[in-house]
């Protein structure tokens, strides 16, 4: 199974930029879809963006069109999320995970990282 471990996460001004790196060690990260996730305080985890193995799919979430792109980088076992235009309702803890197909839902992802905290301020 992969280790996945987070970084990246902070604390920026509204409308300012984070990009997320979550690194792959144990089975090369080109064995699966990737995938992000983040919790809110008080609130449930949700999916954010998604990527196949050969990043060719992407599933974003409507709350994130437009402002966050994900991407992989499989020589580096590596996966991004680059956040642009940030907005405080963006606060929470992100997650990067991994499964064996292109989906959406937690249930779908068997590896998870332990999570990095963003905080965006009005």
């Known amino acids: 199974q992969v280790q996945l471990g987070e970084s990246g996460g902070g604390l920026v001004q509204a409308g300012g930029s984070l990009r997320l790196s979550c690194a792959a060690s144990?089975?090369?990260?080109?064995?699966?879809?990737m995938g992000w996730f983040r919790r809110a305080l008080g609130k449930e985890r949700e999916f954010v963006a998604a990527?196949?193995?050969?990043?060719?799919?992407?599933y974003l979430a409507d709350a994130v069109k437009g402002r966050f792109t994900i991407s992989r980088d499989n020589a580096e076992n590596t996966l991004y999320l680059q956040m642009n235009d940030l907005k405080p309702e963006d606060t929470a803890v992100y997650y990067c995970?991994?499964?064996?197909?292109?989906?959406?839902?937690?249930?779908?992802?068997?590896?998870w990282g332990q999570g990095t905290q963003v905080i965006v301020s009005s």
């Open positions: 990527v196949d193995r050969w990043s060719t799919r992407r």
């Open positions: 144990g089975r090369t990260v080109s064995s699966y879809a």
């Open positions: 995970a991994a499964g064996p197909y292109l989906a959406t839902k937690e249930a779908d992802f068997v590896s």
